[in-house]
């Protein structure tokens, strides 16, 4: 059956136990992201740890929280999407999201780079639903957002 | 009882009008398709008028003095009289537009171009003070075109509420339709909830206070018999796509007094009167309404569209969807875990069915479903605030059309079944 390449047991699996799933504090900015098509909805918080004097894209994503509402493939994508990415520097978090955006619009003819994406690897059956890309990305671009929202309110506090 | 006796109409041999319905999706299922709400597919007939327009008569119309010109402007005339007939209305009442959105949009541009159009507008004027009225079920396109209107005028936005039942919550009529109020802009069938409004009623208290009425017909034009008098309302608009017609085209019918009187939305080619470098003049209704070499294919298409409904007869198709309707209210309803957004008796109702199945989101539901061949609209069917009021962020919805069986019905609950079994919920 087709829906087994799209639902991948990692995506079911992330989607009934959310990992890293509530808002945190400390944090330097938060996001709000709505897909207009379902209403479905995430509220994501960055918390960043400077690795030398400046915070930047060398520093380190200490935390990444957020609250949600939506379908499997949404929650599923910000469990795996905050496994990814806590920990990581903001830059490798840029290739991270780089590499998943361009495996979500590869309509299902990605090959993903597993020792980049890991679990997001299983996203790649979603690809191949045009409807659904939009349900994948939602949390990273209100990571991307929140972040860069985080770069910019640190660059404000230095100068 | 048997399917003559329900209603229903002969399927088979319709479906036999819709080459689309024939094929298969996912992988060799056949095609179930319960979107019609969205968009209904096309019967041969309607194809077959527009192609023969494009291979016979194509011209631009109301220009030129061409065999062709003449034929092509007849051809989009004796439509305009044909989709009027449709809906019980003259010719000169008709304007078309791009579909039931840009009609609305149509009246209410004009109502906020009347603030700087002659004294022969003056009946349409709003601002501060004044009040539109909405419902809380709207579509966005009868929604948003007068939150734009009351941002443009200062006039204010007020707004029928709806009851747990689904249906129009009418305790505060008299104060809601008041001597402030200056249209009351409704849907007549809801796209989500398939709630048919007590037009009548309304329209008669908007009248006592000189308000207009305009009824979104979208939804219910296409699936039963409409008289535009009887129901008493002053505008009515609706879209071609939506009633087995092409895209592209869509109606705005008004009292021919209103037409009148209304200054234009979008202005250019055709429209016009007398045009001077200074300034120019419009032409009467419904040219006014219709700058731009218009959609006459779609025009002839639409026309089609209605014959092939006159034949077949509004009452028999409303019967038929009735009667899945009811069919689907019970049997979707009876799953265990479902509940179902709108009212839950096929009276007053018409063949929108949205539902929520506990613990899977709509796009999960939609996702099996698709996966079995099953297409339904998943969402908030742009009615997005109509889904806060149910606490819903979105819903799974089926709709149906004189195309649809028992059969459809029955592999919609199984789908739903499916769904459930495979996220584990409840009621598997």
Redesign the interface.
């Known amino acids: ?3 087994d390449a ?2 991948q047991e990692i995506i ?1 699996d992330h989607y009934r136990n959310p990992h890293h799933k509530g808002l945190r504090d400390p944090y330097d900015a938060e996001a709000h992201h709505i897909n207009p ?5 995430v509220t994501l918080r960055v918390a960043l740890t400077a690795a030398g004097g400046e915070v930047d894209g060398s520093a380190t994503v200490a935390d990444v929280s957020y609250d949600s ?5 949404s929650q599923a994508s910000a469990s795996i999407m905050t496994d990814l990415l806590i920990g990581k520097t903001v830059d490798e978090g840029m290739r991270v999201l780089e590499e998943f955006t361009e495996l979500m619009h590869s309509k299902g003819q990605g090959e993903p780079d597993e020792d980049v994406l890991e679990d997001a690897v299983a996203f790649a059956g979603v690809s191949k ?1 045009p ?2 890309i939009k ?1 994948a990305l939602l949390a990273w671009m209100a990571w991307k957002d929140a972040t860069v929202k985080s770069l910019a309110t640190h660059e404000e506090e230095a100068s | 009882m048997t399917a003559r006796e329900l209603g229903l109409l002969d399927v088979d041999a319709i479906r036999a009008d819709f080459p689309i319905l024939a094929r298969t999706v996912r992988d060799g299922r056949p095609l179930v398709y319960l979107d019609s709400g969205a968009t209904s597919q096309k019967p041969r007939q309607v194809l077959d008028a527009e192609r023969e327009f494009y291979e016979r008569h194509n011209a631009a119309v109301h220009r030129g003095a061409h065999q062709l010109a003449e034929e092509a402007t007849d051809a989009y005339e004796g439509a305009r009289e044909t989709i009027a007939a449709f809906i019980s209305a003259r010719a000169d009442e008709v304007v078309f537009t791009k579909n039931a959105t840009e009609a609305i949009n149509l009246v209410a541009y004009a109502m906020s171009n009347a603030a700087t159009a002659g004294d022969y507008a003056s009946r349409f004027r709003v601002g501060p003070g004044d009040e539109v009225v909405v419902t809380e079920m709207e579509h966005h396109a009868n929604l948003v075109p007068w939150q734009e209107l009351c941002r443009r005028t200062g006039a204010t936005l007020r707004w029928f509420g709806v009851t747990d039942e689904g249906r129009l919550d009418l305790s505060d009529l008299d104060g809601l339709v008041n001597e402030r109020t200056r249209i009351v802009a409704l849907t007549h069938q809801s796209n989500v909830l398939g709630t048919v409004n007590p037009v009548e009623a309304i329209a008669a208290r908007a009248h006592e206070v000189g308000a207009l009425v305009l009824l979104d017909g979208a939804q219910s034009v296409p699936h039963m018999p409409v008289d535009v008098r009887a129901l008493d309302a002053d505008f009515m608009v609706f879209s071609g796509h939506k009633m087995l017609g092409p895209n592209g085209i869509g109606v705005l019918w008004a009292r021919p007094e209103l037409l009148a009187a209304m200054p234009p939305f979008i202005s250019g080619g055709s429209m016009i009167g007398v045009v001077h470098m200074e300034e120019s003049t419009w032409a009467d209704p419904p040219q006014r309404f219709e700058a731009g070499v218009p959609m006459a294919p779609q025009a002839v298409g639409l026309a089609a569209a209605c014959d092939y409904l006159d034949a077949i007869g509004m009452d028999n198709v409303l019967a038929h969807e009735h009667a899945l309707t009811e069919y689907a209210l019970k049997h979707v309803g009876a799953i265990e875990g479902v509940r179902i957004v709108g009212p839950a008796e096929a009276e007053a109702r018409g063949g929108a069915v949205s539902f929520v199945v506990d613990g899977i989101h709509p796009h999960d539901v939609g996702q099996v479903l698709d996966d079995r061949g099953v297409a339904v609209r998943v969402g908030h069917h742009c009615a997005w605030p109509l889904h806060r009021r149910y606490r819903a962020v979105a819903t799974t919805r089926a709709s149906f059309y004189l195309y649809n069986s028992l059969a459809d019905v029955d592999a919609l609950v199984e789908g739903i079944r499916a769904a459930q079994r495979f996220f584990g919920t409840a009621g598997s």
């Open positions: 059956m087709r829906l799209m639902y079911l098509t379902c209403g479905d909805e509402m939506g379908c499997s493939i639903y409807a659904r349900c």
